[in-house]
């Protein structure tokens, strides 16, 4: 059995409000594709039970990390 991330594979959306504003933040992918140096051949560095993901918020621009628990397909 393998884990996967089930917001990297569009499974499932996560809706968060914004602790600052309550405004609406928005998935900006893996906080890993962020930190360089970036090649397309590197493999994925992920912990085996979750994935980092950036959350921005539409209204105020406030960023925060969020933890992505992974499911078992």
């Known amino acids: 059995m393998e884990k996967i991330c089930p917001i990297c ?4 959306e996560k809706n968060i409000c914004c602790p600052k504003c309550e405004g609406i933040m928005v998935d900006k ?3 890993q594709e ?3 140096p970036y090649g397309a ?7 085996e039970d979750y994935c980092l993901h950036l959350y921005c918020c539409t ?3 406030f960023m ?3 933890y992505i ?3 078992v397909i």
Do not use: F, T, W
């Open 9 to 12: 594979n569009k499974i499932e």
């Open 29 to 31: 992918g893996r906080v």
């Open 34 to 36: 962020y930190m360089g």
């Open 41 to 47: 051949e590197m493999p994925i560095k992920d912990s």
């Open 59 to 61: 209204k105020c621009a």
């Open 64 to 66: 925060k990390r969020v």
């Open 69 to 71: 628990n992974k499911i």
